[in-house]
């Protein structure tokens, strides 16, 4: 087991579209695993291929309330949804210690492929729709922002962009103190 690098925006690689894994091989099932143990040492919820850099559509999901309940998907996709909507405070490891309201579905239907080659269904509401939804976006090189009005965005940008400023600033600092 490894730990993966996630990426950051503005990485373009979080802009593109992965591809469809045709065989669950041995190293997608380690790629998974590797996935799952870097999602639970951030305290993610969902990791997405895309944000550890690999185009291939991959999704780790942990929502589980008092113990593990992880998910691993290849090829997701929703196959049926509900007709209601819910707003949902939603963060992502690749836009980092941002936060904001995201109208999503409130439950979803999700086809997807195991980690042993066999096709699964899955309907899920609350949170765990709100995770598949966001994560199944990254797919497709779409963030959660992206629902922000262009003014929204910007700020929490930029907001995500100054604390960056500042935390390399004091790492500086902390250097040359040395
Ligand atoms: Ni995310």
Not at 9 to 20: G, S, Y
Not at 25 to 43: F, H, K, V
Request: proline fraction near 5%; charge should be negative.
């Amino acid at each position: 087991m490894s730990r993966l690098t996630v990426l950051e925006v503005p990485h373009p690689v979080l802009r593109e579209t992965a591809q469809p894994v045709e065989t669950v091989t041995p190293e997608i099932q380690q790629i998974l695993s590797d996935m799952l143990e870097t999602m639970y040492a951030t305290n993610g919820v969902g990791l997405a291929g895309n944000q550890v850099g690999l185009l291939q559509r991959l999704v780790v999901i942990d929502c589980g309330a008092d113990k593990p309940e992880p998910i691993k998907m290849v090829n997701p996709e929703i196959i049926a949804r509900s007709e209601t909507r819910v707003c949902h405070n939603e963060g992502c490891l690749s836009v980092p210690r941002e936060y904001a309201d995201v109208e999503r579905w409130e439950s979803v239907t999700v086809r997807y492929t195991d980690e042993n080659g066999r096709e699964q269904t899955r309907t899920a509401e609350g949170l765990l729709a709100i995770a598949m939804q966001h994560e199944i976006d990254h797919l497709d090189g779409k963030l959660f922002i992206d629902y922000l009005s262009p003014l929204k965005r910007k700020l929490l940008l930029k907001h995500l962009e100054k604390r960056r400023k500042k935390a390399a600033r004091l790492a500086q600092e902390a250097e040359s103190a040395e």
